[in-house]
């Protein structure tokens, strides 16, 4: 599936992040090694852009925006791995985790928090954009 999938979303009536049925069943069907890119920082400072053009080599992709709105809510992930390499050179399917912008002002820091915390958990490398 070569769409964007929400993995892990905040949940306002409990209060808490959860992890999206559809995107749960994606990950059950992944076999063999997996790697994680995951990308964090500042609200509208370009992360879902450098997913779409430096890793996915697509022009769209994740969902970019015009606007100062948050176009990426909790956690994204790419509905398809992106073929790699360990530092050993053997393959390893990657997946690729858009987050949502930290900063916005619709949020209260706490939140921030979390999904800056799950996005380094979450990776087996990371990428902070400033």
Not at 70 to 91: H, L, N, R, S, Y
Request: net charge negative; glycine share 10%; hydrophobic share 40%.
């Amino acid at each position: 599936m070569e769409e964007a999938l929400p993995f892990v979303v905040f949940n306002p009536k409990s209060n808490k992040f959860e992890i999206n049925e559809e995107t749960k069943e994606f990950l059950k069907t992944l076999t063999g090694p997996i790697g994680v890119i995951a990308v964090a920082g500042m609200y509208r400072s370009g992360k879902s852009y450098l997913l779409n053009r430096v890793l996915l080599n697509r022009s769209r992709g994740f969902d970019v925006g015009h606007t100062i709105n948050a176009c990426t809510k909790g956690v994204w992930i790419w509905g398809k791995p992106v073929d790699g390499f360990t530092p050993d050179g053997d393959p390893i399917k990657v997946l690729v985790l858009d987050t949502e912008g930290l900063g916005a002002t619709d949020e209260e820091q706490n939140h921030d928090v979390r999904i800056f915390s799950l996005a380094i958990l979450l990776a087996s490398s990371f990428i902070y954009n400033s």
